[in-house]
């Protein structure tokens, strides 16, 4: 992994003021803590519920899925997915390309893209796609390309940063109507089996508020583990709402309690020894974790497999920009707060051009429950 220019001071400050921004907007909390008071019994205050308490089956209502009719893997896992998640036929988009190949050229996708658009309803809020491959369009990741349409300002020759996203960050619920951004994660399994195991995982973390633990990982790789920088603010402003957990090494072993597991190394080795509760999100900084198929660095892919709900990794050499990676405390905020997976994992990337969301896009674990 190349070193990035410009994240030095000036840009530890800047990523370090995101999650400062939390401790002046604790009252956004007020969701998550409500949630729990819901699940222990109590009255939710504080919580809007009209915006921040959407049910399942109206975030199910808002996510267009997309299919490739020329993978028959693809045309599996849609039906499973619109069936289990209760998604509106008038929501599946058919498209067919070959799906033998890592990248699809941005001529063939514009079509295709073109075709979605006019398939999409207008209420539509985000996309899940079917498919492991391809994962990019050119230099751009496959859901950043289907979020923003394919723009070379996503892309970067080296060390450059690339087009921001306007939903970074945000609070919205509907990021089409008030940023005309589709967040877009791919459903990416290399058969069947994993696949439901995914969908099932997703499903069974609604609503549950699981008392895991989040642990950041503080590695010895030097290039990779330049998150770490932001894990004392991260602690000092979300451990009240939630445990976490500092660990200086390159392994996390024997962990029954993994909701959060955010690292920076090119091989993660032993996650399979750890239990990942239902909706858990884990991912590593690395260069090419994001080639799912392909890599000779370790696939994203591996953490779903290990029974992680939802991972992230990128399709090209980004070079180590932070932005171009998941800000672990701005993730876990929005999560615990009360979002979707898919929506909490694009508010936490601010340059997402070069990377592939991959995982159950409507699992809410800590979505406040509603009394009716």
């Not at 390309?97 to 893209?113: I, S």
């Not at 936490?348 to 509603?370: D, M, N, R, T």
């Amino acid at each position: 992994m190349n070193w990035a220019p410009g994240i030095g001071a000036k840009g530890t400050v800047l990523l370090r003021s995101w999650v400062g921004a939390v401790v002046k907007r604790r009252h956004i909390l007020t969701g998550f803590a409500g949630g729990v008071a819901a699940a222990m019994g109590l009255q939710s205050c504080g919580a809007d519920v009209s915006e921040r308490s959407l049910l399942p089956s109206a975030k199910a209502k808002a996510l267009a899925v997309v299919v490739n009719q020329a993978d028959p893997l693809s045309v599996t896992i849609a039906r499973y997915y619109q069936q289990r998640r209760a998604i509106p036929e008038a929501n599946l988009i058919r498209l067919e390309f070959d799906p033998n190949r890592k990248t699809m050229p941005a001529q063939e996708f514009e079509r295709l893209k073109r075709q979605v658009d006019a398939s999409t309803p207008p209420h539509i809020q985000g996309y899940a796609l079917t498919w492991v491959a391809p994962y990019r369009v050119d230099g751009m990741s496959i859901t950043s390309a289907f979020a923003f349409g394919f723009d070379e300002k996503f892309c970067a020759e080296g060390c450059q940063p690339t087009a921001e996203n306007p939903y970074f960050n945000q609070f919205s619920q509907t990021p089409y109507q008030d940023f005309q951004v589709r967040p877009t994660m791919a459903l990416a399994a290399l058969n069947f089996a994993q696949a439901k195991a995914l969908i099932d995982r997703g499903i069974a973390a609604d609503f549950t508020h699981p008392a895991g633990t989040a642990y950041l990982l503080s590695t010895s790789d030097r290039a990779r583990n330049v998150r770490a920088q932001f894990y004392l603010d991260i602690e000092q402003a979300l451990s009240p709402y939630f445990s976490i957990k500092v660990v200086h090494s390159n392994i996390l072993r024997d962990r029954l309690d993994v909701m959060f597991y955010f690292t920076g190394s090119a091989q993660v080795r032993q996650i399979e020894s750890n239990l990942f509760l239902p909706g858990a999100i884990a991912d590593h900084l690395t260069s090419l974790g994001g080639m799912l198929t392909d890599s000779h660095q370790m696939s994203s892919l591996r953490w779903l497999e290990a029974g992680a709900t939802g991972s992230y990794g990128t399709v090209v050499e980004p070079c180590n920009f932070p932005q171009k990676f998941p800000h672990p405390g701005i993730l876990m905020l929005h999560y615990l707060n009360g979002d979707t997976l898919l929506q909490a994992y694009w508010k936490s990337v601010l340059q997402p051009g070069q990377g592939i969301f991959i995982g159950e896009p409507l699992a809410q674990p800590f979505a406040p429950l509603l009394r009716l």
